[in-house]
T-cell receptor, first 115, second 110 residues
């Protein structure tokens, strides 16, 4: 199993450009999450999903959009990139089985710089 | 929403020393995890421990769910233990958000 795979690993965007950060998991997990981590700080939740077709906002959703058309994929869309979106982005997944183990696993991150 | 507080925020040790990191949370939880973020930024799962005690080599963790705290013990620390240790929780009864504390930055000097 590859676990949680994020692409790309690094990206430089110009102000106003758009891009999609990809996240895929092969563990048949129901729950998926997107976080951002600014330098020297903790992880802040952007969006999360408890299953295909269901998404919800986290702590810092402004400037981002997500979709969850399949169990495996949870892309994060940045529209009109701004310097404030310079950060490291992490995707995570967990099984979310009722009454079961909900251990979360993380991808390796995408380092995004907006200039 | 739930509050997750970690202490201390920073910790500097000499190689070989022992340490205890603490995570307090303000509500009942279904999930509590400890992660290590290494100097390259990778998040490594240490423990999935909603309650009880677990050990893995030099590391062990205890969660007392009724008193809403968890402890991470590092014994005989090594320079490779350096990095940031995060606690993260999912609350019971509703929201499935995985909420992180702000972390403890550990530096182990040779």
């Amino acid at each position: 199993n590859a676990g949680v795979t994020q692409t790309p690993k690094f990206r430089i965007l110009k102000i106003g450009q758009s891009m999609t950060l990809q996240c895929a998991q092969d563990m048949n997990h129901n729950y998926m999450y997107w976080y951002r981590q600014d330098p020297g700080m903790g992880l802040k939740l952007i969006y999360y999903s408890v299953g295909a077709g269901i998404t919800d906002k986290g702590e810092v959703p402004n400037g981002y959009n997500v979709s969850r058309s399949t169990t495996e994929d949870f892309p994060l869309r940045l529209e009109l990139a701004a310097p404030s979106q310079t950060s490291v982005y992490f995707c995570a997944s967990s099984s979310g089985l009722p009454g079961g183990d909900t251990e979360a696993f993380f991808g390796q991150g995408t380092r995004l710089t907006v200039v | 929403g739930i509050q997750v507080e970690q202490s201390p925020p920073d910790l500097i040790l000499q190689e070989g020393a022992n340490s205890t990191l603490r995570c307090n949370f303000s509500d009942s939880v279904n999930n509590l995890q400890w992660f290590h973020q290494n100097p390259w930024g990778q998040l490594i799962n240490l423990f999935y421990i909603p309650s009880g005690t677990k050990q893995n080599g030099r590391l062990s963790a205890t969660t007392v769910a009724t008193e809403r705290y968890s402890l991470l013990y590092i014994s005989s620390s090594q320079t490779t233990d350096s990095g940031v240790y995060f606690c993260a929780v999912i609350t019971q009864g509703g929201s499935e958000k995985l909420v992180f504390g702000k972390g403890t930055k550990l530096t182990v000097n040779p």
